[in-house]
């Protein structure tokens, strides 16, 4: 029985109000001496309500805002991509940005040209596009194709050395050079520019009429060409640029040319051409 005794616990004996008083008076003095180097405060000096310490205080600002830290750090790496990004892209030109030609696929226009594809617009309607109203972009066109020149206004808009070219196909006029007088995509004579003139005189003083055919057929086709080369480097110069947008083309009648007279070589570069020069010495005359 006194072994059960001695096992069997004894339940504590309820505390006291004095010593109740003296438990709560150890706790803060324990407080006190956990934190030291702050001055001791009292209940009565807050409203009665416990200031907490500075260093939990600020453990609880840190867990309540950890989402503001997160959002400055996100921005800062998303300012420092877009700097990078717009270095290499702009080839070293802007951190910002600030091209002077933007890619296209950096352009509104550019997108928005193709998701609808390209416009068909008669030269009626592409001379509205001449940079005169300022709110609609510019366009010109060769060899039937329309490309947006707006990114190059003070050149191609009114008072520029180039708006000859703004809102119509002047084909003719990029192989003659003759700007004013050829604002058209009639090709058809160009060709004579680089003909020699004939002169009967030294002609038939040095060649047959089956080797003057014969030659001329040559020049012809060697002055074809010339043509094709002159009209074909404008065409890839609009074609592959990074500066100028492809629209769409010019949209005419089928027989459109046969409505239309053939043009007269203008004069400055009818001015180039020369008679025909003898063949070498020693050719035997007829």
């Given at each position: 029985m006194a072994d059960t005794d001695t096992v069997r616990r004894r339940k504590p004996e309820p505390k006291t109000a004095s010593q109740e008083t003296a438990s709560a008076s150890e706790d803060s003095e324990v407080e006190e001496i956990i934190r030291p180097g702050f001055p001791?405060?009292?209940?009565?000096q807050n409203g009665g309500k416990k200031k907490k310490a500075p260093k939990r205080q600020i453990e609880d600002e840190d867990e309540s805002n950890p989402w503001l830290l997160d959002i400055l750090r996100v921005i800062s790496f998303l300012f420092?991509?877009?700097c990078g990004l717009s270095y290499?892209?702009?080839?070293?030109?802007?951190?910002?940005?600030g091209m002077s030609h933007p890619p296209n696929y950096l352009q509104l226009e550019?997108?928005?040209?193709?998701?609808?594809?390209?416009?068909?617009?008669?030269?009626t309607e592409l001379a509205a596009f001449d940079g005169t109203d300022p709110s609609k972009p510019i366009y010109l066109a060769i060899n039937h194709t329309i490309y947006d020149v707006s990114a190059n206004r003070r050149t191609y808009g009114p008072g520029g050395?180039?708006?000859v070219f703004a809102g119509v196909d002047a084909s003719r006029a990029y192989v003659t050079g003759c700007f004013a007088e050829d604002r058209t995509p009639d090709m058809r004579g160009v060709e004579e520019m680089y003909l020699p003139l004939d002169d009967p005189a030294v002609d038939n003083k040095y060649w047959s009429p089956e080797e003057l055919k014969d030659l001329k057929r040559k020049e012809m086709e060697e002055a074809l060409k010339k043509v094709n080369d002159?009209?074909?480097?404008?065409?890839?110069?609009?074609?592959?640029?990074k500066k100028y947008r492809f629209v769409g083309y010019v949209k005419r009648d089928k027989d459109w040319l046969k409505k239309e007279p053939v043009p007269k070589l203008c004069e400055a570069a009818g001015r180039g051409r020369t008679p025909r020069s003898p063949p070498e010495e020693g050719k035997k005359e007829h």
């Amino acid at each position: 029985m006194a072994d059960t005794d001695t096992v069997r616990r004894r339940k504590p004996e309820p505390k006291t109000a004095s010593q109740e008083t003296a438990s709560a008076s150890e706790d803060s003095e324990v407080e006190e001496i956990i934190r030291p180097g702050f001055p001791p405060h009292s209940d009565s000096q807050n409203g009665g309500k416990k200031k907490k310490a500075p260093k939990r205080q600020i453990e609880d600002e840190d867990e309540s805002n950890p989402w503001l830290l997160d959002i400055l750090r996100v921005i800062s790496f998303l300012f420092l991509a877009s700097c990078g990004l717009s270095y290499l892209i702009s080839n070293g030109e802007s951190f910002f940005w600030g091209m002077s030609h933007p890619p296209n696929y950096l352009q509104l226009e550019w997108w928005k040209s193709q998701l609808r594809g390209p416009i068909y617009l008669t030269p009626t309607e592409l001379a509205a596009f001449d940079g005169t109203d300022p709110s609609k972009p510019i366009y010109l066109a060769i060899n039937h194709t329309i490309y947006d020149v707006s990114a190059n206004r003070r050149t191609y808009g009114p008072g520029g050395s180039y708006n000859v070219f703004a809102g119509v196909d002047a084909s003719r006029a990029y192989v003659t050079g003759c700007f004013a007088e050829d604002r058209t995509p009639d090709m058809r004579g160009v060709e004579e520019m680089y003909l020699p003139l004939d002169d009967p005189a030294v002609d038939n003083k040095y060649w047959s009429p089956e080797e003057l055919k014969d030659l001329k057929r040559k020049e012809m086709e060697e002055a074809l060409k010339k043509v094709n080369d002159g009209l074909k480097h404008w065409v890839n110069f609009f074609g592959k640029s990074k500066k100028y947008r492809f629209v769409g083309y010019v949209k005419r009648d089928k027989d459109w040319l046969k409505k239309e007279p053939v043009p007269k070589l203008c004069e400055a570069a009818g001015r180039g051409r020369t008679p025909r020069s003898p063949p070498e010495e020693g050719k035997k005359e007829h």
